[in-house]
């Protein structure tokens, strides 16, 4: 019998730049000539957000997100160590990274023996231009152990089960993987102690009608082109929540231990246009959070995508796999923590749904 730890984290690009350069999203969004001056004015913005932008563009309330992050990061990574898996299988969005024009799959595990990027190198969307954290070259080369047999192990399941998944053995556009499972791995080895858990990344196309009309990241509201002229939509929440029971079940079933990982923030403010893209919707992830909590797994399942999208949940659509896997484990998490923040382009949560007898 297989066992599974369900956890869920964030791989927020900021967190791999200074504290000078966290809130530069919304600098960005603060640049775009087509929002109104007076949304842009901080003395006409909610408390909090003033709060957290100071008299320093958010520099100094950086250091206390980051302070945050890192702890909820710490419980993650310590309990995955715990539970000595034989993989740990990330839901991650490729934004317009690995996967571009020539094929956008909507689920595809990456089946790889070996991960070798160089994460500096990429250039991904949102991440932090300038010097990263740990002052890391660009040609630092980040190596992940991989387990292709539990890929192949999932997708055979996930296919025999009625999901015809996509898989890879080797990248397409990458040498190495997206930021998405790049930065998680980084983050759950912030302090550079070494991780040495195989990987296997499940690549979510999240970002839907925008994965190659926005290159997968920010626009200006000018250059938004009208919503005929999008891309195809992503899979539904509905369709990645009943991918995570899927996994669940067949992980369930199969030889090997597996810590199942969402890795998202979750409303991105520069996918929040019912905010001119200036902060998330606060709101929305409360409740999503709550229904967490208590278990209301139907509130996640019967969540329209249109929802999803103008709350600028994309990248939740990994989350939603996370919740389906731990409703049909019937789990609610044993620890959580949401972080909320207007200045910093998203709320952030962290759980851990415990194998039990762990
Ligand atoms: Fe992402």
Known sequence: ????????????????????????????????????????????????????????????????????????????????????????????????ENFTEDIIPPFCILAY??????????????????????????EFVSTIRGNREGAKFLASGLITEGFDVCYAYRPLHLQGVGHAFLNSVAYLDYYRKGFNHPVVCFSINCYGRRVITFR????????????????PPSPSPQRCFDLGAATARVLKDGPYRVAVVASSSWSHAFLHDKAWRLHPDIESDRAFYEALLSGNYSKWRDTPL????????????NWFCLAGAMSELKRTPSWSTFIESYVFNSNKCFAIFEHPGN
Do not use: C
């Not at 709350?311 to 659509?317: K, N």
């Open 216 to 231: 997968g990241g920010a626009a200006r509201f000018g250059d938004t082109p009208p919503a005929e002229k999008l891309d």
């Open 1 to 96: 019998m297989g066992e599974i730890l369900g956890l869920g984290i964030t791989h927020y690009p900021p967190l791999a730049g200074r504290d000078e350069n966290m809130s530069g999203i919304l600098r960005g969004t603060l640049r775009d000539p087509a929002i109104p001056a007076e949304l842009k004015n901080p003395a006409n913005w909610p408390p909090l957000m003033q709060q957290e932008w100071g008299s320093d563009q958010g520099k100094t309330m950086a250091a206390e997100h980051r302070k945050t992050l890192l702890a909820g990061l710490d419980r993650i990574r310590a309990a995955i160590d715990d539970f000595q898996p034989d993989f740990v299988l990330i839901w991650g969005d490729d934004q317009y």
């Open 306 to 317: 249109k929802d999803v999208e103008d709350s600028g949940q994309q990248e939740m659509l």
């Open 113 to 138: 023996d070996t991960i070798q990027a160089q994460p500096w190198k990429l250039k991904a969307p949102g991440m932090p231009g300038g010097a990263n954290v740990w002052s890391e070259s660009e």
